[in-house]
């Protein structure tokens, strides 16, 4: 018996191989931001996760003389126009630019869309240290694949019923329960949740959605009287800090952890791709931008500093120089005056180099002493 020809579509950027021209256009658009329209682009970064679509009407009206600061600029959340109406809270983002993440980690998040586009339930776990994208990576998977999306803070439950609903007052009615709109994103198909810092709460919290996050998919909430189901394709992405270094968060519950079985660690971005990160955030200067970004990529790579400048931490860099701070100030708010004791400051001295001539008093984060001669 003849066998069934089989056709593959090699992915000309990564060993990927697509089971249709279809599948292929979708991994290339997802997985290397190519879009197929900027055929001039420079091809030899497949990093960047999502194309950048016309931004939304609405932006496009806001007054120019209205500052907004760049980074708040870049998040764009509001609806897109056309979208069917979703409760307040829940919306479709639009992309952050340049968010990076690795090949590998764009692979993994296309495939996770293909399963939720199949109806399946996913929960992902998002690991790394503070800074390096972990919530924003929830959104910009939203916003890749135009999904709805809501996020939940659990640091801010104290009991286990507020994940639910609370009583309020009203001046008209009295007091009446209104519910969470965590259970609108539950039952709202293919809705992106972002269980963010689930570790910040008391265990107790987190009990209550342990059959909502297994194969149960279900759960009846005494609270609400009734029966919550996940719809299908919800992903939940839980994103986490983990460490002793992280004050506040709790161990977590192995059986929690479980139920988060596929689980994405996120690392800087490489040097270059971070230069261009706050090169169009902010604005800054070329020269500028390469010298913090290859500051934070040297003191990451030596393990005996003790501290890891975040992405985070350069944006906030990059916009006070932009705002005409000179580099060492402002490498000293954004970096040196938040280190822990733990830092090795002379090993730290000789990266400071890089953003100039710096002395021990600037890695101390003192000031410079002041005798009162010149009186
Ligand atoms: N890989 C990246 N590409 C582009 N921007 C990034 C990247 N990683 C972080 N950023 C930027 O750094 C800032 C912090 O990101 P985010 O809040 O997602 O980090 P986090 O890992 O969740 O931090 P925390 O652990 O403190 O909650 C955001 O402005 C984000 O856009
Ligand atoms: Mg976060």
């Known amino acids: 018996m003849p066998r069934t020809q089989v056709n593959k579509y090699p992915c000309p950027y990564c060993p990927y191989e697509a089971w249709s021209e279809k599948d292929l256009e979708d991994h290339k658009r997802f997985a290397h931001g190519d879009t197929g329209q900027d055929q001039g ?196 992405f839980a994103c986490m800090n983990e460490g002793a270094e992280y004050i506040g968060t709790n161990p977590m519950d192995k059986a929690i952890r479980e139920r988060f079985g596929r689980t994405i660690r996120l690392t800087w971005p490489p040097m270059r791709v971070e230069t261009k990160i706050l090169l169009k955030r902010t604005g800054v200067d070329k020269e500028t931008a390469e010298k913090l970004a290859k500051f934070a990529r040297d003191v990451r790579r030596n393990p005996k500093v003790g501290c890891a400048p975040s992405t985070r931490q350069l944006l906030v860099a990059a916009q006070d120089v932009v705002e005409g701070l000179p580099i060492q100030e402002a490498v000293m708010y954004a970096i040196i005056n938040d280190l822990d004791e733990n830092t090795d400051r002379q090993a730290l001295l000789q990266h400071l180099q890089i953003i100039g001539s710096v002395d021990e008093a600037f890695v101390e984060g003192r000031e410079e002493e002041d005798d009162g001669d010149s009186t």
């Open 41 to 236: 682009e420079d091809k030899s970064e497949p990093q960047e996760v999502s194309p950048q679509p016309e931004p939304p009407k609405a932006v496009e009206v806001t007054p120019p003389t209205e500052e907004v600061s760049p980074q708040v600029e870049t998040a764009k959340l509001e609806k897109p126009e056309g979208e069917a109406e979703l409760p307040p809270g829940i919306f479709v983002p639009s992309p952050q630019p340049d968010f990076w993440v690795s090949e590998r980690v764009a692979r993994e998040l296309y495939i996770i869309g293909k399963l939720s586009d199949k109806g399946e339930a996913v929960n992902v776990k998002v690991l790394g240290p503070s800074g390096v994208g972990k919530t924003s990576l929830g959104w910009e998977f939203a916003a890749s694949f135009k999904r709805p999306c809501f996020e939940v803070h659990w640091g801010m439950y104290q009991e286990p019923s507020e994940v639910w609903g609370k009583d309020r007052l009203s001046m008209e009615t009295g007091t009446y329960y209104e519910q969470a709109r965590y259970v609108d994103a539950l039952q709202l198909p293919k809705c992106v949740i972002i269980l963010d810092e689930p570790n910040r709460c008391h265990p107790e919290v987190l009990n209550t959605n342990f059959a909502l996050w297994d194969w149960r998919r279900a759960a009846w909430v005494p609270d609400l009287r009734k029966m919550i189901r996940v719809a299908p394709g919800v992903v939940f």
